[in-house]
């Protein structure tokens, strides 16, 4: 069974960081493009970061250029997600999502597999 699953949300100050990390089991990430997506209440999911399996493809959305950086560990079949200097506008449900490509995509419609997300928030 392909499954994500992420961890490392939780509740942080402004100005703090986390790290997220998404965990594959049943299929290997070196083969796949995986995408760090969030939803805030009453507002459409936004592509956050990405970065394709041999990483010549990739993006982060403007808002946390500076602030956040995706990585991969392939040997531990791990993506991260460093979030520094966070805001009370980062505070939302974070999903990590992949597809079978080289390539990165903004639209979250173009994904075949996510996890379940981990609440972010921000707040003093």
């Known amino acids: 069974q392909l499954q994500l699953v992420e961890s490392g949300g939780g509740l942080v100050q402004p100005g703090g960081s986390l790290r997220l990390s998404c965990a594959a089991s049943g299929f290997t990430l070196d083969y796949y493009t995986i995408a760090w997506f969030r939803q805030a209440p009453g507002k459409e999911r936004e592509g956050v970061s990405c970065m394709s399996s041999s990483g010549g493809s990739s993006y982060v959305v403007d808002s946390v250029k500076g602030r956040f950086a995706i990585s991969r560990d392939n040997a531990k079949n791990t993506v991260y997600l460093q979030m520094n200097s966070l805001k009370a506008e980062d505070t939302a449900i974070y999903y990590c999502?992949?597809?079978?490509?080289?390539?990165?995509?903004?639209?979250?419609?173009?994904?075949?597999?996510w996890g379940q997300g981990t609440q972010v928030t921000v707040s003093s």
């Open positions: 999502a992949a597809r079978l490509n080289d390539y990165c995509r903004r639209a979250w419609n173009r994904y075949d597999y």
